[in-house]
Every structure is written in C-alpha cells, then in structure tokens.
C-alpha cells in the first residue's frame, strides 16, 4: 500500500477511536457521576460524588495524553 493512504487511514482511525472515547467519558458523566450526586444527597456522604468527580477527571486527563 501507498504510505499516504496508510497514513489516512490511521488518521481516520485514531478519530473514530476519539469520537467513542468522548462518547463513553460523556456516558460517565451522565450516569454515574449523577448517580452519585443522587447518592451524596441521599446518603448527605459528599466522598460519594468526589470519589465519581475524580474518576471522570482521571479519564478526561488520559484522554489529553
């Protein structure tokens, strides 16, 4: 195969790989950290959303990588 059509190809790779990530830290943030504030409030335990709030932060940095 010709190096640049190899090259767009894991250019379009890397974006769907991107695109799924986002998708899954979005995820995250919808349910579980929500869940978690529902729990914190419930529960009057703030380490519940902190503990959340930390993870998402965590895979938002990787993600920067």
């Known amino acids: 195969k010709y190096c640049i059509d190899i090259l767009t190809q894991i250019s379009a790779i890397n974006a769907a790989l991107h695109k799924v990530s986002l998708g899954l830290v979005e995820e995250h943030i919808g349910h579980c ?33």
Do not use: C, F, M, Y
């Open 33 to 65: 950290v929500v869940g978690a504030a529902q729990d914190s409030l419930e529960t009057g335990d703030p380490e519940i959303v902190n503990d959340k709030v930390r993870e998402a932060s965590a895979a938002i940095g990787r993600l920067l990588r």
